[in-house]
């Protein structure tokens, strides 16, 4: 008994010794705080700003002659909202020739707050620390001056947070002296040597300005070779401007950190051909429209038969809608276009999503093979396909969208008919900003872009203006679907379709101060204009 009561007393000691050690170490490693707040500007950024200016005042003695038509199309970060003029009446001539509108977000938002000027300021803070968090220091302009005896990377170097690298390239072609030094300066890691050569002298070893200096210039290349650079100040995608100096040169280049991006991957299984069940999820949200959903699904189930379907359903009474591959996730009452899309984007597990509306009917021209192929064979993230009316119609609804910086009160964005380019080896497919509402995606960049769930009705360019920059879309006008309705005659309407229709079509002014307020605010635009 005694002796087992020694074991404990040992084991609670030694448990207590393990534990104060622990305690040790994770006070020790809290030690060493970071500041890692918000910082407005950084010695390089003030160093590269100050060689800037001393590089463009150079031959200001030299005249030159402004070439209006090329000088008058750079971006000036000045954009004003102006719509096109009205140059003729007649019958049909805003469909033949539609003018462009501009719409000024910043009067429609501003005029209706109670305190416009703290608005403006509250956007421009938001704005500003959102530079900060979303700008990296390898976005800084460096030039690299003519005649630097300095050789190093200019890109492509990349260290893991923590980690030690070699920096590639490093060298001097300097004239005959009797002592040749460079130095090295670092921000967010210091330097070291991996291996020393003879007749080279190295100071600052393991801290974050070293030199290294020798009478040989070939001794001191070759211990440039060996050179390394740890990071120390931990973030998980950043980048250090690292000073590069000898006597009466200097040089900047950047070093990126940041952790390995993993990928997300689909497992798909075998493939021979392209098995849509196993790569694609048809996803749609439904409001009041049972009887076209289920014609929807009907005509899925003929040519698709086990591609899983995924419905969001915001219904004040909600219907089941039960089948194989089928699944219906309700959601509170009216929450709107852009949550369903969210909600039932959010359950795919494919490496494809579908999109189609809760009235289109599939037909033989629905090929989503042809989707899935021109998404395995290209760069596109999206593409849209073709919406064929009751009418005979078939449109594919192809815009470009561009921003147009406009200083501090906010910028221009533009949106225009058309498309960019053809696509090579895909005759009936184009290149552009956003497609109609009917499109094939890949899960994963489609949830990194998502759907605002504030939007509630009419949203459909919306998701284009947030995927600008983020996603590849394309449009192929052979992938047909059919739209089961939208001009019905007024008095054969149902009673669901009108409610349907007051819910989606309704503009009440606070719907108007909605889109005025993302526009204006969570985009920081002042103006719009489109065709
Ligand atoms: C070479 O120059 C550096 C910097 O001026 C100096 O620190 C170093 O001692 C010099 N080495 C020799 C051998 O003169
Ligand atoms: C296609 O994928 C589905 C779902 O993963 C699977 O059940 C089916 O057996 C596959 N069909 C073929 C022909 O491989």
């Not at 809760?358 to 899935?372: G, H, Q, R, S």
């Not at 609804?397 to 225009?416: A, K, Q």
């Amino acid at each position: 008994m005694r002796s087992g009561c020694k074991k404990c007393l040992g084991l609670v000691l030694l448990g207590g010794l393990l534990l104060a050690a622990l305690f040790h170490g994770w006070s020790s490693s809290s030690s060493s705080e970071v500041d890692i707040r918000q910082r407005p500007e950084s010695q390089i950024k003030k160093l590269l700003q100050a060689k800037i200016q001393e590089i463009t005042r150079e031959h200001r003695d030299i005249a030159y002659h402004i070439k209006e038509d090329v000088a008058g199309r750079l971006a000036q970060n000045t954009c004003v909202c102006l719509a096109d003029k009205e140059t003729f009446h007649l019958p049909y001539s805003e469909l033949l020739f539609p003018r462009v509108r501009a719409h000024n977000v910043d009067l429609a938002f501003l005029e209706s707050r109670p305190d416009p000027e703290g608005v403006r300021q509250h956007r421009a803070q938001e704005y500003s620390s959102f530079q900060m968090r979303s700008q990296s220091p390898a976005d800084l302009l460096v030039i690299s001056e003519a005649n630097s005896p300095l050789q190093y990377p200019t890109q492509g170097v990349e260290v893991r947070p923590l980690q030690k690298i070699i920096i590639p390239g490093l060298g001097l072609k300097d004239e005959a002296r009797s002592n040749h030094t460079v130095y090295l300066k670092a921000t967010l890691g210091t330097f070291d040597v991996a291996a020393t050569v003879d007749v080279v002298s190295v100071t600052g070893v393991g801290g974050n300005h070293m030199t290294l200096s020798s009478p040989r210039l070939s001794a001191l290349n070759r211990q440039l070779q060996f050179v390394t650079y740890t990071n120390t100040v931990f973030h998980p995608r950043t980048a250090d401007t690292v000073q590069f100096a000898t006597e009466g040169h200097r040089a900047f280049f950047t070093i990126k950190i940041g952790h390995r991006i993993v990928p997300r991957l689909y497992y798909t299984g075998p493939q021979t051909e392209h098995n849509i069940s196993a790569l694609v999820t048809i996803a749609t949200k439904t409001f009041l429209r049972y009887d076209k959903l289920r014609d929807l699904i009907a005509s899925v189930r003929q040519y698709y038969p086990s591609v899983t379907i995924v419905i969001a359903d915001d219904n004040e009474h909600p219907q089941k809608v039960a089948g194989p591959h089928v699944e219906q996730y309700i959601m509170p009452f009216g929450k709107g276009w852009f949550a369903g899309r969210n909600l039932a984007l959010s359950q795919v597990t494919t490496k494809y999503v579908l999109w189609a509306d809760d009235d289109f009917i599939f037909t033989a021209n629905t090929k989503l093979e042809k989707m899935v192929d021109i998404l395995e064979k290209t760069t596109l993230d999206l593409v849209g396909g073709a919406v064929r009316e009751v009418t005979g119609y078939t449109a594919t609804y192809l815009h470009t969208i561009s921003v147009e910086g406009g200083g501090e009160e906010g910028d221009c964005l533009h949106i225009r008919n058309g498309f960019h380019h053809a696509i090579e080896g895909f005759p009936n497919c184009v290149v552009a900003d956003a497609v109609i509402n009917f499109f094939m995606g890949r899960t994963d960049k489609l949830q990194q872009v998502g759907f605002n769930p504030r939007l509630a009705r009419k949203a459909h360019l919306e998701f284009f203006i947030d995927a600008l920059g983020s996603l590849h879309v394309g449009s192929c006008s052979d992938v047909i679907v059919n739209h089961a309705s939208k001009i019905i005659l007024p008095w054969t309407k149902t009673e669901s379709q009108k409610a349907y229709e007051k819910m989606r079509y309704s503009s009440t002014s606070s719907d108007a101060d909605l889109y005025n307020e993302v526009f204006y605010f969570r985009n920081r635009f002042k103006c719009m204009t489109s065709q």
